[in-house]
């Protein structure tokens, strides 16, 4: 089974991620941060991975070390999963509409970290808990970073904030279920003409 959890532990925060590439959607999420638990249900639901995500931080600052550690472990879960990444699609890409709002989302776990977000906001937060939009782009780039992959991330239209934040997950989840597929074409192979990521 393709599987990992990742326990984070600093002084600012504590995350527990549990996540099952194979999986049918099924989730519980518990971070403290109410519009945070809500956007990576939309991976989990849309992705089509089971995943359980506990996180305790120092909420009482603000919204940033519990958000940028809880996209680092999620990434590394990620990794681990794909372990030497043998037989997957690799290449993922997505669209997804949220009403009035677009997203488009392309991955590829190709070894080399990169991410990239961009999003035209009306309003500098986001949820109950005022998390700045700055952090939609964070959780790309931490996500990557720990994942060891392109990540492209871009809201191309939208006049809802909530809806262009959860229209970027969902397109996220789309292309991450695309690219964690197994290929059958593949036979176990690494999807690279170097042979190695």
């Known amino acids: 089974m393709r599987t990992a959890q990742v326990q984070r532990q ?50 009482h600052i603000d919204a940033h070390h519990t958000w940028e550690d809880v996209a680092l472990a999620l990434g590394q879960a990620f990794d681990r999963a ?52 700055t952090l939609m782009g964070h959780f790309v780039r931490s996500f990557a970073a720990q994942a060891r992959a392109a990540v492209h991330v871009d809201v191309l239209r939208g006049g809802d904030d909530h809806h262009q934040a959860e229209a970027a997950f969902k397109a996220l989840a789309r292309a991450l279920d695309m690219a964690t597929r197994l290929d059958p074409r593949r036979k176990g192979y690494i999807p690279s003409s170097k042979g190695t990521l």
Do not use: C, K
Request: glycine residues 10%.
């Open 10 to 59: 600093t002084r600012e925060t504590q995350v527990t991620v549990r996540l099952n590439l194979d999986g049918t959607g099924r989730h519980r999420i518990a971070t403290g941060l109410g519009f945070y638990d809500h956007m990576l249900a939309q991976l989990a639901v849309h992705g089509l991975f089971d995943l359980e995500i506990e996180a305790q931080g120092d909420l």
């Open 82 to 133: 794909l372990d030497q990444r043998h037989g997957i699609v690799r290449m993922g890409h997505a669209y997804a509409p949220l009403d009035e709002a677009l997203a488009r989302a392309v991955v590829d776990f190709s070894g080399r970290p990169y991410g990239h977000f961009h999003a035209s906001w009306h309003t500098p937060y986001l949820g109950r808990e005022a998390i700045p939009v």
